[in-house]
């Protein structure tokens, strides 16, 4: 059974750094591309981060130089390193698999047909 679990999420306070994981289980995360999103309440899943087979990136404008996302393929987890956070970075964040592309990737949700079940981080002080 192929699962995905984020984990790493927490309250901290606005400017601090949180490294959020994302766990592969029944499969190994390096043959897919691995997306980050977030859903902030009353808002759309937004994408945030995506990570290709060949390990190029690819961040939003809202998080770049700030966000940063690697794997660890011994340990079949993909990180995302945020740092300088913002209130605005309030959301649960979400992994997911993209199946469908390799050595590109994208932020539309309908190519990602797994998904963890998200990890809560909130910036307030």
């Known amino acids: 059974q192929l699962q995905l679990v984020e984990s790493g999420g927490a309250l901290v306070q606005p400017g601090g750094s949180l490294m959020l994981s994302c766990a592969g289980s029944?499969?190994?995360?390096?043959?897919?591309?691995i997306g980050w999103f977030r859903q902030a309440p009353g808002k759309e899943r937004e994408g945030v981060s995506c990570?290709?087979?060949?390990?190029?990136?690819l961040y939003v404008d809202a998080v770049k130089g700030r966000f940063t996302i690697s794997r660890d393929s011994a340990k079949n987890t993909v990180y995302l390193q945020m740092n300088s956070l913002q209130r605005e970075d309030t959301a649960v964040y979400y992994c997911?698999?993209?199946?469908?592309?390799?050595?590109?990737?994208?932020?539309?949700?309908?190519?990602?047909?797994?998904w963890g079940q998200g990890t809560q981080v909130t910036v307030s002080s």
């Open positions: 029944g499969f190994t995360l390096d043959s897919y591309v």
């Open positions: 990570i290709t087979r060949n390990g190029r990136t």
């Open positions: 997911a698999a993209d199946q469908f592309r390799s050595y590109s990737c994208s932020y539309s949700r309908t190519e990602y047909p797994y």
